[in-house]
């Protein structure tokens, strides 16, 4: 069964997304491949990013734990038995907060005669969008577009922050973005929750020309593979943050038509 939203699922923003992210990856090289052929190869490149403050993320991403622990009445028991002066018992018990290694999964072209990269696809995850791992992928940014490189960004999470966030860039939940190497701009595809994703373009080196991605036509497909709708809940409301009222409203039609 498709998804009742005609571009992105916001229910896909939960604790299916790792699996989205890699998915989505692996389908855009799919799709990429046959238009980059002879001079160009896409590869999946998979790095580790720490997420150093998962409680955030705790209910959306990571299953929920238990957070504390009550001291058990036999251990007070215990040392009340004794003479001497009595320690007090804790009232509870905290883990201590442990990092979390996340997969990032992204999708490198590089052409075949120096295995030169030239452009760089990122979907974007929670641990890129908020401290200090927004500041390590923005450095991540500036490095690739020193060294000569295109980047594309799909940004399909609408919590965290934007790290080519700017005052100018429209409210919308999801968004685009592509530098091209050495341009002084940024192009920008906002798009909202009732559109579907565009088809945008992948530069190569010059003078070849850009060579289109259809980013709207890979998410049905890795969501038809994956039979997400078995696995979606779409009774309950989406994952956070919030809708607004009339989006709530556009979604509760949505899903009335499934």
Aim: aromatic residues 8%; charged residues 25%.
């Amino acid at each position: 069964m498709p998804s009742p939203f005609p571009g992105m699922d916001p229910y896909l923003e939960g604790y299916l997304w790792p699996d989205v992210h890699s998915a989505l990856a692996s389908k855009i090289r799919q799709k990429l491949a046959p238009l980059l052929r002879p001079r160009y190869i896409a590869r999946l490149e998979i790095y580790l990013a720490e997420d150093p403050f998962p409680e955030g993320e705790i209910g959306i991403l990571y299953p929920d734990v238990e957070v504390l622990e009550a001291l058990g009445q036999q251990q007070i028991r215990q040392n009340s038995s004794t003479d001497t002066a009595i320690i007090t018992p804790p009232s509870l018990t905290l883990p201590f907060p442990e990092t979390v290694d996340v997969r990032i999964t992204a999708v490198e072209i590089r052409d075949v005669a120096k295995n030169r990269l030239v452009t760089s696809l990122e979907i974007l995850s929670p641990v890129n969008k908020r401290e200090p791992g927004l500041a390590a992928y923005r450095q991540k940014r500036r490095r690739l577009y020193a060294a000569n490189v295109h980047l594309l960004e799909i940004d399909l999470l609408r919590r965290g922050t934007r790290p080519f966030a700017q005052s100018r860039l429209p409210s919308v939940p999801y968004c685009i973005a592509l530098t091209r190497a050495s341009a002084k701009k940024t192009e920008i595809w906002p798009v909202p929750l009732t559109s579907p994703l565009p088809v945008v373009p992948i530069p190569l080196q010059p003078p070849d020309e850009d060579v289109p991605l259809e980013l709207q036509a890979a998410l049905i497909e890795i969501y038809d593979e994956a039979a997400y709708d078995l696995s979606l809940n779409y009774g309950e409301l989406p994952p956070p943050p919030a809708f607004s009222k009339e989006e709530e409203t556009w979604i509760a039609a949505q899903l009335e038509q499934r």
